[in-house]
């Protein structure tokens, strides 16, 4: 038995003995839509979580079971797949991470906050053994719906659970995933990168995508725009401080600024869809990522952009 087979037993059982709010590949536990109801705190969280942040997981929790209520599991669109297997296009946000990862057959990839699983779904299609985790029961529903469409049970597990109190098992992930997640976790954020740097393998990438204002001035500004956006009571930008926590634990993370004139999108992209665009509004959007590029890349610029890729590995072993 090699190492990889024997990692493979390792995690099963941490699956199996695991209460049935884990999800994990075909037929195996099941979400009981029970916990989605009032006392979910009670039933879902650990009562080692303090009062605070048992009652801030619950409202987060609540939010994103009603905004996943709204979606239909379908399986991945073969456009979608040839963009990210493909990578073309580095001045988009999730481009740009693909080609970070690079090739993902037989890693082992962490996908923190794996929301509807789209995500998990792409990495999984392109060879990797994903374990998704996120706080919403209805989200990891979703994800197990999903991976039974595109055909990727057998190498996906999903979790339901806040991060810290996650029975994950430690130094097994060659990749660790975040999409907009740590600024959700702002007041545990220096315990959840503990927590992510002992479940991640020596030499592991991170590679998270936040939103980041690190000028006073945008953050006033962006509140006067009138633009909707799905937020949570709890959430915002991260700022300075937060980004020195991360970089104490990943001193080597480099960071990409996006989302300055490419926030205008949302106009012409009809939710967001760019592989479903007309080839005009596909050029526009085109344009507007690479006059991002162009200006984000510029020093005392970057702080224009909303959104920053940060990525690093951890040092190897020895």
Request: with cysteine; proline share 6%.
């Amino acid at each position: 038995m090699d190492e990889r087979e024997s990692l493979d037993e390792r995690l099963e059982a941490k699956v199996e003995g695991v209460p049935s709010v884990l999800v994990s590949g075909p037929e195996r536990n099941r979400v009981s839509r029970s916990v989605a109801r009032p006392g979910l705190e009670e039933e879902l969280f650990s009562t080692e979580l303090p009062p605070e942040a048992l009652a801030r997981w619950a409202s987060e929790s609540d939010f994103f079971d009603q905004m996943v209520e709204k979606q239909t599991a379908r399986p991945l669109d073969a456009l979608t797949l040839e963009r990210y297997r493909a990578t073309r296009r580095p001045w988009f946000n999730k481009e740009f991470r693909f080609r970070v990862m690079g090739d993902l057959r037989g890693k082992r990839v962490l996908d923190v906050g794996c929301g509807d699983g789209s995500n998990a779904m792409l990495m999984a299609r392109f060879g990797a053994r994903v374990t998704g985790i996120d706080i919403s029961s209805r989200s990891i529903e979703l994800c197990k719906r999903r991976a039974e469409l595109d055909g990727v049970g057998d190498s996906t597990q999903f979790i339901c659970s806040p991060l810290e109190t996650a029975d994950l098992l430690e130094g097994s992930y060659d990749i660790i995933w975040g999409d907009g997640v740590l600024h959700h976790l702002i007041p545990e954020l220096d315990g959840v990168l503990r927590k992510l740097v002992s479940c991640a393998k020596p030499g592991a990438l991170f590679v998270f995508s936040e939103p980041v204002c690190l000028s006073p001035l945008m953050r006033k500004l962006r509140k006067r725009i009138p633009i909707h956006t799905d937020a949570t009571p709890n959430e915002r930008p991260l700022e300075r401080a937060e980004l020195a926590i991360i970089q104490r634990y990943l001193p080597r993370l480099e960071m990409r600024w996006f989302g300055f004139l490419s926030r205008m999108d949302r106009f012409f992209l009809r939710d967001n869809n760019f592989e479903r665009a007309s080839k005009p509004r596909r050029l526009a959007a085109d344009v507007l990522g690479c006059t991002d590029r162009a200006l984000l890349s510029v020093p005392g610029l970057q702080m224009l952009g909303g959104m920053c890729v940060m990525y690093g590995r951890l040092p190897e072993q020895g």
